[in-house]
């Protein structure tokens, strides 16, 4: 099952490279139906799935490179499930987003199937060789849909985003082979390692340095975020949703999988200066978020202020913090491709322009894209009743009892959160529309089937908690029980 | 019925969702939708309100959030308060629903301003039915949404928007301190269901410094929603909004949330001696401070935000002094007076054009209704005795003079006679005397029945809803929505006497300065200049939270923003330059594999793959590397750490 939903949409992309170039359409129609496949599957398997049970589940395991000991290794469990479905799901919303390419349309599907897979592929992989090679895969296809469909600046941004996240990963690579090296137990196997390795706190503490470095440059955290703002400007909304919505969870899930199950101790002294870095995330990406100008750029800044609460709920390791974490990152992989749909296809393809100071009173020329684009922003500041407050209420009320004064602080933060959205929908939504952008047609049927399912998640996310919290809470009892705090 | 409780916050939910997805088929018969469902929610209250008066009540739960092995539910229950507060959200905000149908005739977003009416309704209701902290706080804060939107209705002109925002922000503000003692509360008691709560405090388990912090914490969350001091400065601008609007802002939704609030968690406050009495010494001087710049408003609607502000104090000091029952009670009636005044206000300006009262005058001849029902609930207001308020007040003001602290009591007096002067005043000014703008004058009319019979009904209640407790009724008020453990204070004919002379000499002060212009309004203008100046600057807050807090966060966002573009990205892009100063330098990096990747990209399969071969050569290169490296540093790694 697993293999087949990993390795579907890149048969999808081989295909899509030997159809007729100049059938635009006919390439559009099959990466949407190829892509329609893993969100089938997904659940399919979600019928399946065993609630109660914290391991790993449609578990496929065969031998690869048996000298090296080197095993092809997949599993899911309740944590990478629900990444699963965000994978699936914003996957779809991105090609039907990107309805609109017209510039070398077969390789820009071919690139998106192939991330697809790398994305599946990443959360299911149970071994670090298999881990690393997707890992890697992901950042090919993002850097070709920045740097060849990208805006003025595509250059620049990929390559940055490329060195990047390229340099993360290498110190990752270190890790993965010291980590090898050192356990002794002749086997990439992430579970097994975790299990039975028995490393010393001293070398727990470096590796958890390396990994960390890793995962750091991907959820971003300051000070290695500056890749982020420019990679999300220049990108194709399309690449923008997807490198929002299941990009920055890549870091973040490592921290999960890998980080806290495998180097318990070093998890521990790490803990606060996570914290406090998560922290820093949220004030100093709200901050940054209030003073720009570009509405995808504000959109980028907020993304770095939420991953923030992650690494606040993981400091504090307890069973509601770290299921907030997790919720974050579930809520933001909704909330924030729709918001990149917005600024950067429904209202950019019709004003041509993201600046605040360009834009206006849209509220009276496109009534419904307006809601909905107030909808998102609502949903992104955290009101209550919608996916982003359960997870950062559950986040902060998860941490108090072991960092109260980091949620002291953090608290701070939904204020500015609050003032940029309310800014953000005062300049673009609010006062007098420009005469040039009368006669403006409202959001299209095309653009509903984006925006819609994700709303209706979005709003089941944030009313009824324990549909998630019944895939994480087993998984993150596990993970608790090894870092000896359960 | 009381086990349909449950409908009545649903039915303007789902008015909201009707009216949302299908208003484009409704169009203006979306008004129907939301009279409709809050008309049958306001039967069913009535319903609920009698069978709990007869001792039912009804608690439902759900599990709804599990974390390791603690598991939140979700629910609702029906008590006396809730059921009493059912019907006057439900009876204050179907009177405004029905009220905008003339007041909001032919507005572009008339759909949209009923939806926003049906959920903030809906929100209210759902805050007042809440068995726990978190739904409350949920709702509470779509509640604050709800504000938003109504404020901002006309979002064309930016001063409506950014008194929205304002609104939101200073409540927000408020919403962190209360998130903050939510979840000390809920770590302390690993619950957030009140009765849970309440057990938990009665039996000890939940006490001392902590208690008090999580009860002062949550207080914030009051002080923003009901606009004590120092949060106060988003109501005033609120009266941007429609004023139906504003009516429900005002009298029946948003600001009596803190209220209720401190209502509902009373036995639990109770158990915090100081949280109380910061809260009372909060709610007396917001009492005194609002009512002294109401003295000096020259907006009629600036003068009724001034005295919600003062009247909410009142509440918030009942509830601090112990006086549950006159807080709650004194929670109801000014509901009923308080939306009337605001809707004879609405009455006033859409037959006039202006919100000026130096503009008005001699109305009443014109509009008798609005006249007399305005001067109706201007008594209840003011505390004449026998209107609804001097009832509620008169109990108010007991509770402080069996209080700790006698000065509150003084406040609570001193307030009470600002408040006859300044509704007198703008009674005056609006309904008597000689019309001061003859064109406005000229324009006047009584506004259509459909705003008129809703300033009726309200003015019923305004008059007689004081009865409920009072010896006529044995106060059977108080015993009704008594808390087991609330003591009630002896009647004091002291109390009495004085604040029937505090509002008596109030009124006839008003009387002497704006009816017969004994006493000169200029000459006390100047004999009294600097006080005049700080009032009608309003004691400058504003100014002052501008330079501080708006200003201040501002420069530091730009700040941030600057540091982010030019130190860490500069950082960054310098350390990239030399990477790629040193790519150069290794093997033409940059040309061959960054560039080359880009500009390389062949559309045919063929050169596609080549391409690809390519980069990986290039690829390779870098691989074997940071191989090498890898494994040198790995090594490293295992010699220091192993």
């Known amino acids: 099952m697993l293999s087949t939903l990993v390795f579907v949409p890149l048969i999808g992309a081989i295909i899509t490279m030997f159809l007729p170039k100049e059938e635009d359409r006919i390439i559009k129609i099959f990466a949407l139906l190829v892509s329609l496949i893993p969100i089938v599957l997904v659940g399919m398997m979600w019928l399946d799935f065993d609630m109660a049970a914290a391991g790993m589940q449609f578990v496929e395991k065969a031998e690869w490179i048996p000298s090296l000991g080197v095993t092809y290794h997949l599993g899911v469990d309740g944590i990478s499930f629900p990444l699963l479905v965000i994978s699936a799901l914003i996957t779809t919303m991105a090609i039907i987003t990107s309805w609109n390419i017209d510039h070398r349309v077969k390789d820009f599907f071919a690139f998106v199937l192939l991330l697809e897979t790398g994305l599946l592929g990443l959360f299911v992989a149970l071994d670090y060789v298999l881990f690393y090679i997707f890992w890697e895969i992901v950042l090919v296809p993002m850097y070709f849909l920045i740097g060849i469909w990208g805006g003025p600046r595509r250059r620049y941004a990929s390559i940055k985003f490329f060195i990047y996240t390229l340099l993360g990963s290498v110190v990752m690579l270190v890790g993965i082979l010291a980590l090898y090296f050192g356990s002794g137990l002749q086997t990439f196997d992430i579970l097994t390692i975790a299990q039975q390795a028995n490393l010393s706190p001293t070398f727990q503490w470096w590796l958890f340095l390396a990994f960390f470095l890793g995962f750091a440059v991907k959820v971003p955290v300051f000070p290695f975020h500056t890749w982020l703002p420019d990679a999300h400007v220049e990108a194709p909304t399309g690449g923008s949703m997807l490198l929002a919505g299941v990009l920055l969870k890549m870091g973040a899930y490592g921290f999960y999988r890998i980080s806290y199950t495998t180097f318990p101790d070093a998890a521990q002294s790490f803990a606060l200066f996570m914290g406090v870095l998560g922290v820093v995330n949220i004030i100093y990406g709200a901050l940054a978020a209030m003073a720009q100008e570009d509405v995808k750029k504000m959109a980028a800044y907020s993304s770095i202020s939420h991953m923030g609460f992650v690494l606040v709920g993981l400091a504090a390791m307890t069973p509601m913090s770290m299921n907030g974490g997790l919720y974050v990152l579930f809520s933001h992989g909704l909330i924030s491709p729709l918001m990149f749909f917005f600024v950067g296809s429904v209202f950019y393809d019709r004003t041509h322009t993201r600046m605040m100071g360009e834009l206006g009173g849209l509220y009276t020329k496109i009534p419904l894209a307006a809601g909905l684009l107030a909808f998102t922003a609502f949903a992104n500041l955290g009101l209550p009743g919608l996916s982003g407050f359960i997870g950062e209420f559950f986040t902060f009320a998860g941490t108090w009892t072991e960092l109260p004064n980091l949620v002291m602080i953090a608290v701070v933060g939904l204020v500015f959160t609050a003032a940029y959205h309310l800014r953000m929908m005062q300049k673009v939504l609010m006062g007098d529309a420009p005469a040039k952008y009368d006669g403006l047609p409202d959001i299209s049927a095309r653009e509903l089937w984006v925006a819609i399912p994700l709303m209706l998640l979005i709003i089941w996310a944030g009313i009824y908690p324990n549909t998630l919290l019944s895939f994480f809470n087993p998984s993150v009892e596990s993970i608790l029980a090894v870092l000896g705090v359960m | ?642």
């Open chain 2, 1 to 642: 019925m009381v086990e349909y409780a449950w409908l009545i916050p649903v039915l303007p939910l789902f008015s909201f969702l009707i009216i949302v997805l299908f208003g484009r088929y409704l169009k203006n018969d979306s008004d129907k939708i939301g009279i409709g469902s809050l008309f049958i929610s306001f039967l069913l209250a009535i319903g609920v309100l009698l069978e709990v008066i007869n001792g039912s009540t009804i608690t439902k739960e759900f599990v709804w959030a599990t974390h390791g092995d603690i598991e939140i539910a979700f629910g609702y229950s029906v008590d006396a308060l809730t059921a009493m507060m059912f019907v006057v959200v439900t009876f204050v905000s179907l009177m405004v629903h029905v009220y905008s149908k003339g007041y909001m005739e032919g507005d572009s977003r008339y759909k949209r301003f009923y939806a926003c009416l049906s959920l903030f309704t809906a929100s209210m209701l759902g805050l007042v039915i809440a068995n726990n902290l978190l739904l409350l706080f949920i709702c509470w804060e779509l509640v604050g949404l709800c504000s938003y939107l109504l404020i901002g209705h006309w979002f064309e002109d930016i001063e409506n928007v950014l008194a929205a925002n304002k609104a939101f922000l200073t409540t927000r503000v408020g919403d962190i301190g209360m998130l903050i003692g939510v979840i000390m509360i809920f770590a302390m008691g690993k619950t957030f269901n009140f009765a849970e709560l309440t057990h938990l405090v009665e039996h000890g388990e939940i006490a001392g410094v902590g208690l008090t912090v999580a009860t002062i914490f949550l207080f914030v969350g009051a002080i923003g929603k009901s606009a004590q001091f120092p949060l106060h400065v988003w109501l005033p601008d609120a009266m941007a909004g429609p004023t139906p609007v504003s009516a429900l802002i005002h009298a029946a939704t948003m600001v009596v949330a803190g209220v209720y609030l401190v209502a509902r968690m009373f036995l639990i406050f109770a158990a915090a001696k100081t949280t109380l009495t910061v809260v009372a010494f909060i709610g007396g001087f917001t009492a005194i401070f609002a009512a002294s710049i109401a003295l000096v408003e020259e907006d009629i609607k600036g003068v009724l935000a001034y005295s919600t502000i003062s009247q909410l104090g009142y509440m918030v000091l009942a509830l601090g002094v112990g006086a549950y029952t006159a807080g709650v009670f004194h929670l109801m009636t000014h509901a009923f007076f308080k939306a009337l005044l605001f809707l004879a206000s609405g009455s006033v300006i859409h037959a006039v054009h202006t919100q000026n009262m130096h503009k008005m005058g001699g109305l009443l001849k014109k509009m008798k209704v609005t006249g007399w029902t305005w001067i109706i609930g201007s008594a209840a207001l003011a505390g004449v005795p026998p209107f609804s308020g001097f009832w509620s007040k008169d109990e108010i003001l007991l509770g402080a003079y069996h209080s700790d602290y006698k000065i509150l009591f003084w406040i609570g007096v001193i307030a009470a006679f600002f408040t006859a002067f300044y509704i007198t005043r703008a009674t005056i000014m609006t309904f008597f005397g000689e019309p001061r703008d003859d064109h406005a004058y000229e324009h006047a009319h009584e506004s259509p029945s459909v705003m008129t019979i809703p300033l009726i009904l309200l003015a019923i209640l305004a008059f007689g809803s004081g009865f409920v407790n009072s010896p006529l009724t044995d106060m059977a008020f108080g015993k009704f929505i008594a808390l087991e453990h609330g003591h009630h204070a002896s009647p004091s004919s002291f109390v009495q006497m004085t604040a029937v002379g505090a509002t008596l000499s109030g009124i006839i002060l008003g009387w002497l300065i704006y009816g017969l212009r004994i006493i000169s309004r200029k000459s006390i203008i100047k004999f009294l200049y600097p006080v005049w100046r700080l009032l009608k600057g309003k004691y400058f807050i504003d100014e002052i939270y501008n330079v501080v807090a708006i200003r201040g966060s501002l420069a530091l966002s730009k700040l941030i923003g600057a540091f982010d573009k030019y130190v860490v990205d500069g950082i960054v892009n310098l350390t990239g330059r030399l990477g790629v100063f040193i790519g150069d330098l290794i093997g033409d990096f940059d040309n061959k594999v960054v560039d080359g990747a880009v500009n390389g990209v062949r559309n045919t399969f063929y050169v596609g793959s080549r391409l690809i071969r390519n980069a990986h050569t290039g690829y390779l290169q870098s691989y074997a590397l940071t191989l090498f490296f890898s494994v040198l540093i790995g090594l490293i790694i295992i010699v220091i750490g192993g």
